[in-house]
């Protein structure tokens, strides 16, 4: 293993990330683990070379301060202790060290090795995902987004063939959005693809269907569905692949912390279909992801990609979603963000999308008297997506895209911008 690793045990402290931040800053690897792992498990983590019990506002859960394994404190590896004077680590310190004493714990002190890079961290998942899967077959949904494009690279680099991507349609992808995934993952990855065009089945069960609570449960029950018929067809499948990060760990809810937000993996799966996880980017932060993607050769425009929520433009076509109107939010997206490249504001907003509500309005075409569909820019910036400001795009820019949308989308004759921020509007419309 190429990297050396300082462990973090996290016993209620808000400030794990910042920790661990701190620390891979300074060029060495560090992992964030539960508060009562055992010294064995400890031991067989990879390179470790320091610990640091980091403890903070949430030790106490259910009325009892949280401690480590008692064996922790005389493991062998060098320990400190982040929290408040009570702790029985002979290195304390009430708040987090500065660079200089961080600096020299992990150096003077473990006598770790700044060998933290991308580089680095590919070469070790690669070697520790062959030795988790040795010469079984692991299974991933593909959509394209970020995490599960970065860890499909992963998994092709480390195992080749043996990885089978699912990749389903479900016909609320941005325009070119699945055939790019075919293009980078089947012809330039020679990757194992089962790409399935689940289009007709998604718009069926989707029509007449308004209210956005009940599009959204159809998509994502739909999407399992889809995937589980997949998973079926395909033998001997040990493994199933995910792009799960560290972020998504802490939404969850950790043992000390609480739950933010479930995050949407596969929990869905019946009990019949048992696959034991393959999770090689559950210790990266979102900036970290986008440049093992660079380093794996992923194209930039997949990897620095603006978020995009599962059910797609599904909920960007407002109410019943009718074909007419997926494509004319389709097209009119496409134009939005080639104007948006053209000046430079893809690397400036955060997120940036077309919306079309289910109405028509009253226009003039040919100089007759047509009525067409409305179409909505939303352009907004954000750090969590808790909270969003507009972005204020310069009116040259937006009449450009409105003179575009107008000609070359017939059947919307109307654009506006969305001026509103989160709170009280969500970024997204439904
Ligand atoms: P709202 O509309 O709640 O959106 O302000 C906040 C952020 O979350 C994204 N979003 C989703 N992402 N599945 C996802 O993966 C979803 O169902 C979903 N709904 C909203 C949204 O695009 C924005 O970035």
């Given at each position: 293993?190429?990297?050396?690793?300082i462990?973090?045990?996290?016993?209620g402290?808000?400030?794990?990330?910042?920790?661990?931040?701190q620390?891979?800053d300074?060029?060495?690897?560090s992992?964030?683990?539960?508060?009562?792992?055992?010294?064995?498990?400890?031991?067989?983590?990879?390179?470790?070379?320091?610990?640091?019990?980091?403890?903070?506002?949430?030790?106490?859960?259910?009325?009892v301060?949280?401690?480590?394994?008692?064996?922790i404190?005389?493991?062998?590896?060098?320990?400190?202790?982040?929290?408040?004077?009570?702790?029985?680590?002979?290195?304390?310190?009430?708040?987090l060290?500065d660079?200089?004493?961080?600096?020299?714990?992990?150096?003077?002190?473990?006598?770790?090795?700044?060998?933290?890079?991308?580089?680095n961290?590919?070469?070790?998942?690669?070697e520790?995902?062959r030795?988790q899967v040795?010469?079984?077959?692991?299974?991933?949904?593909?959509?394209?987004?970020?995490?599960?494009?970065?860890?499909?690279?992963?998994?092709?680099?480390?195992?080749g063939?043996?990885?089978?991507?699912v990749?389903?349609?479900?016909?609320?992808?941005?325009?070119?959005?699945?055939?790019?995934?075919?293009?980078?993952?089947?012809?330039?990855?020679?990757?194992?693809?089962?790409?399935?065009?689940?289009?007709?089945?998604f718009l069926?069960?989707?029509?007449?269907?308004?209210?956005p609570?009940?599009?959204?449960?159809?998509?994502?029950?739909?999407?399992?569905?889809v995937?589980?018929?997949?998973?079926?067809?395909?033998?001997?499948?040990?493994?199933?692949?995910?792009?799960?990060?560290?972020?998504?760990?802490?939404?969850?809810?950790?043992?000390?912390?609480k739950?933010?937000?479930?995050?949407?993996?596969?929990?869905?799966?019946p009990?019949?279909?048992?696959?034991?996880?393959?999770?090689?980017?559950?210790?990266?932060?979102?900036?970290?992801?986008?440049?093992c993607?660079?380093?794996l050769?992923?194209?930039?425009?997949?990897?620095?990609?603006?978020?995009?929520?599962?059910?797609?433009?599904?909920?960007?076509?407002?109410?019943?979603?009718?074909?007419?109107?997926?494509e004319?939010?389709?097209?009119?997206?496409?134009?939005?963000?080639?104007?948006?490249?053209?000046?430079?504001?893809?690397?400036?907003?955060?997120?940036?999308?077309?919306?079309?509500?289910?109405?028509?309005?009253?226009?003039?075409?040919?100089?007759?008297?047509?009525?067409?569909?409305?179409?909505?820019?939303?352009?907004?910036?954000?750090?969590?997506?808790?909270?969003?400001?507009?972005?204020?795009?310069?009116?040259?820019?937006?009449?450009?895209i409105?003179?575009?949308?107008?000609?070359?989308?017939?059947?919307?004759?109307?654009?506006?911008?969305?001026?509103?921020?989160?709170?009280?509007?969500?970024?997204?419309?439904?």
């Amino acid at each position: 293993m190429k990297q050396d690793m300082i462990v973090i045990l996290d016993l209620g402290s808000t400030e794990n990330t910042v920790v661990a931040r701190q620390i891979r800053d300074m060029g060495v690897y560090s992992e964030i683990h539960p508060h009562d792992i055992t010294v064995d498990e400890l031991k067989a983590l990879n390179n470790v070379k320091g610990v640091i019990l980091n403890g903070g506002e949430n030790r106490v859960v259910d009325g009892v301060a949280v401690d480590v394994m008692p064996e922790i404190y005389d493991c062998g590896f060098p320990v400190i202790s982040i929290d408040h004077p009570t702790s029985k680590c002979e290195t304390k310190y009430d708040s987090l060290p500065d660079d200089a004493t961080m600096k020299a714990f992990l150096f003077d002190v473990c006598k770790a090795e700044a060998n933290w890079n991308m580089k680095n961290f590919v070469e070790d998942q690669v070697e520790l995902i062959r030795r988790q899967v040795g010469d079984k077959k692991v299974l991933l949904a593909l959509s394209g987004g970020v995490d599960s494009s970065v860890v499909a690279a992963l998994l092709i680099k480390a195992i080749g063939k043996q990885l089978v991507c699912v990749h389903v349609n479900h016909g609320l992808m941005r325009k070119n959005e699945s055939e790019s995934v075919v293009e980078v993952f089947r012809n330039q990855l020679n990757a194992n693809l089962v790409y399935v065009d689940a289009t007709d089945r998604f718009l069926g069960k989707l029509e007449n269907v308004a209210d956005p609570e009940q599009k959204r449960k159809i998509i994502g029950a739909e999407f399992i569905r889809v995937f589980e018929e997949e998973a079926r067809k395909l033998e001997g499948i040990d493994f199933l692949g995910q792009g799960t990060i560290y972020p998504d760990i802490i939404e969850s809810g950790t043992k000390t912390a609480k739950v933010v937000k479930s995050h949407h993996n596969v929990g869905g799966l019946p009990e019949d279909l048992q696959f034991e996880l393959v999770e090689p980017l559950l210790q990266l932060f979102k900036d970290e992801v986008r440049a093992c993607g660079i380093e794996l050769g992923l194209p930039a425009e997949m990897v620095y990609r603006q978020p995009f929520p599962g059910p797609g433009l599904g909920v960007r076509c407002l109410g019943a979603i009718t074909r007419d109107r997926l494509e004319a939010l389709r097209e009119s997206d496409a134009i939005l963000r080639e104007e948006f490249a053209k000046a430079g504001l893809d690397k400036k907003v955060w997120q940036y999308f077309t919306v079309v509500p289910d109405f028509k309005a009253v226009g003039v075409r040919n100089h007759e008297r047509s009525m067409g569909y409305m179409c909505v820019i939303r352009a907004v910036n954000t750090i969590d997506a808790m909270t969003a400001t507009i972005e204020r795009i310069d009116y040259d820019i937006l009449e450009k895209i409105a003179d575009r949308i107008t000609a070359e989308v017939p059947s919307i004759n109307r654009v506006v911008y969305e001026i509103t921020k989160k709170p009280v509007a969500t970024i997204e419309f439904e």
